[in-house]
C-alpha cells in the first residue's frame, strides 16, 4: 500500500529503485537491511513500517530527517532536500489534486492551524479579504501579530505569504513548508455557526 502523503514520491522512486512493492514485513526487513548495506544507517523496521502507512500512525505524524536523508541516500542524492530540488526542477507542470482551501470559504474569525517540517505549528486568523493575523507560533520565524495576504492553503505544498508585516521590517513575502509542504486544519469560529473542526 502507498500512502497518499507527503512523501509518497520518495516511497515511490525506493520502489521503483529496487523493482518491487514494500507491502509485507520481508520487504520492510529487506529494505531495512539494503540500507545498512548501502548507506550505512540503521533505519528500524518500524521506523520504515511508519512512513509507508503500513501502520498506524498519528495524523501529524513526521519521520526523523535522518530516516529522510538516508533514503534520499539510498536513491544517490546527498540528502532529502537535493531529492525534492530534483523533483522540482523535472516537474514542469501538473494539476493539483491535494485538499486544498481558498479563502472564499472562510468567515471572519476562522482559525486556520499551520503544520511543517520540523517542528513548526503556526495559528493564524482569518481578518476578511484574504489578510490574515497570527496568533499562536511555535518555532516559526513568525511572530503573534504578524499580518499577511493568502488566497489559498494546499495540503502538502509551500505556502507563500504576501505582504507580510514582521517586526519593523517593510512589507516583504514568506515561504512556510519549503521542504515537504504544510498541512492545516481549520476551526470554524462561533460567528460563523457553520462549526466543527474541518480539512478540505
Not at 536523508?69 to 542524492?77: E, H, N, R, T
Not at 523535472?90 to 481558498?102: Q, V
Request: charge should be negative; glycine fraction near 6%.
Amino acid at each position: 500500500m502507498t500512502p497518499d502523503n507527503i512523501y509518497a514520491e520518495l516511497i515511490e522512486a525506493v520502489e521503483q529503485k529496487f523493482q518491487r512493492r514494500v507491502t509485507t514485513p520481508r520487504d520492510f526487513d529487506f529494505l531495512s537491511n539494503e540500507i545498512q548495506r548501502t548507506v550505512h544507517a540503521n533505519i528500524s523496521v518500524s521506523t520504515l513500517k511508519r512512513l509507508w502507512g503500513y501502520v498506524n500512525t498519528e495524523s501529524d505524524y513526521r519521520p526523523r530527517m535522518f530516516t529522510l536523508d538516508s533514503l534520499a541516500l539510498l536513491l544517490g542524492y546527498q540528502d532529502y532536500a537535493a531529492f525534492l530540488r530534483h523533483k522540482d526542477e523535472t516537474a514542469s507542470s501538473d494539476f493539483i489534486k491535494n485538499s486544498h482551501l481558498f479563502t472564499s470559504q472562510l468567515m471572519p474569525g476562522d482559525i486556520i492551524t499551520l503544520k511543517w517540517l520540523p517542528d513548526r505549528i503556526v495559528e493564524v486568523k482569518f481578518l476578511g479579504q484574504d489578510m490574515f493575523v497570527v496568533t499562536q507560533s511555535l518555532n516559526s520565524k513568525l511572530d503573534v501579530g504578524d499580518t499577511f495576504s493568502c488566497g489559498c492553503f494546499i495540503n502538502n505544498y509551500p505556502l507563500y505569504l504576501n505582504r507580510l508585516l514582521h517586526g519593523d521590517m517593510a512589507p516583504t513575502s514568506y515561504i512556510c513548508g519549503k521542504e515537504g509542504g504544510i498541512k492545516y486544519e481549520i476551526r470554524r469560529s462561533n460567528e460563523s455557526n457553520r462549526g466543527g473542526n474541518s480539512t478540505f
